[in-house]
T-cell receptor, first 114, second 109 residues
Framework: DTGVSQDPRHKITKRGQNVTFRCDPISEHNRLYWYRQTLGQGPEFLTYFQNEAQLEKSRLLSDRFSAERPKGSFSTLEIQRTEQGDSAMYLC????????????FGDGTRLSIL | KQEVTQIPAALSVPEGENLVLNCSFTDSAIYNLQWFRQDPGKGLTSLLLIQSSQREQTSGRLNASLDKSSGRSTLYIAASQPGDSATYLCAVVSDKLIFGTGTRLQVFP
């Protein structure tokens, strides 16, 4: 069990650029979640996958955001035309099943928009 | 809409004290409740998961209780240590986690 891995750990980019983050869940975990956390707040749900199917998207996930999980393994989160308000920590979590199984989090990707 | 509140927002105590962190939620229709620890600039570490049919869970110096009917959970930390300094987050579990804003704990020697 190597834990949930996220890459990169930090990303600094100029407003208007596109960015992509990667998450590798714990192997055999079929559920994968993305959350966003701003300073001083708890994480907020963005979207989740069961295997390769994206089952729910938050209203926070504007059309500039897209997430994929090809083949039900790793996942990517892309933000197009970044804005200042996108600056946050993006957290990925995975779990085996749902509800009664704990979610395990990665260390996150901190995005800073200049 | 589910709302999760944590009190206090911040807490500073001397080493050795026993602590109680509070979490309340507005909708009792939850599957489970999970407590996490977050160190500065880091992700979340799961501490305890209480299933909806359970009243409490224990792990070492940590004990978490759940009262669904009143919409409350508490995290009890016994004999606090400086290494316990972190932000503690509770989250109610449905298909996804809904988090409170956390309690920032500082334990000084």
């Amino acid at each position: 069990d190597t834990g949930v891995s996220q890459d990169p750990r930090h990303k600094i980019t100029k407003r208007g650029q596109n960015v992509t983050f990667r998450c590798d869940p714990i192997s055999e975990h079929n559920r994968l979640y993305w959350y966003r956390q701003t300073l001083g707040q708890g994480p907020e749900f963005l979207t989740y996958f069961q295997n390769e199917a994206q089952l729910e998207k938050s209203r926070l996930l504007s059309d500039r955001f897209s997430a994929e999980r090809p083949k039900g393994s790793f996942s990517t989160l892309e933000i197009q035309r970044t804005e200042q308000g996108d600056s946050a920590m993006y957290l990925c979590a995975s779990s085996l099943g749902w509800g009664n199984q704990p979610q395990h989090f990665g260390d996150g990707t901190r995005l800073s928009i200049l | 809409k589910q709302e999760v509140t944590q009190i206090p927002a911040a807490l500073s105590v001397p080493e050795g004290e026993n602590l109680v962190l509070n979490c309340s939620f507005t909708d009792s229709a939850i599957y489970n409740l999970q407590w996490f620890r977050q160190d500065p600039g880091k992700g979340l570490t799961s501490l305890l998961l209480i299933q909806s049919s359970q009243r409490e869970q224990t792990s070492g110096r940590l004990n978490a209780s759940l009262d669904k009917s009143s919409g409350r959970s508490t995290l009890y930390i016994a004999a606090s240590q400086p290494g316990d300094s972190a932000t503690y987050l509770c989250a109610v579990v449905s298909d996804k986690l809904i988090f409170g804003t956390g309690t920032r704990l500082q334990v000084f020697p």
